[in-house]
């Protein structure tokens, strides 16, 4: 466990084979993609309130044009804002 800004992850443990969020940054951190191993998958709303998708993205391995990200919206959600760091960096 631990407590601390969710929108960083936990990068003195990754990589991870799976990562789920439970709160909605309006983008994707990019420190939790970077935090995927190669074939991880990742499961997160997306977006502000009212208009929050649930995403599904999977990290495809490292190309010379940087990483590959499938991402597939599985249906609409309601969840809390992520707040703190991620409003700042990625809202």
Do not use: N, Y
């Not at 190669?38 to 499961?43: L, Q």
């Not at 993205?57 to 992520?82: D, I, T, Y």
Request: contains cysteine; positive net charge; hydrophobic residues 40%.
């Amino acid at each position: 466990m631990r407590a601390g800004d969710g929108s960083q992850g936990w990068p003195e443990a990754a990589p991870f084979d799976a990562i789920i969020v439970t709160c909605a940054p309006a983008k994707v951190p990019p420190p939790l993609v970077e935090q995927l191993r190669d074939g991880g998958r990742m499961i997160i709303p997306v977006g502000p309130m009212g208009d929050q998708e649930l995403v599904l993205l999977r990290k495809r391995g490292e190309h010379k044009r940087g990483e590959q990200l499938e991402q597939q919206a599985v249906l609409s959600v309601r969840f809390v804002p992520m707040t703190g760091g991620a409003q700042r960096r990625f809202g």
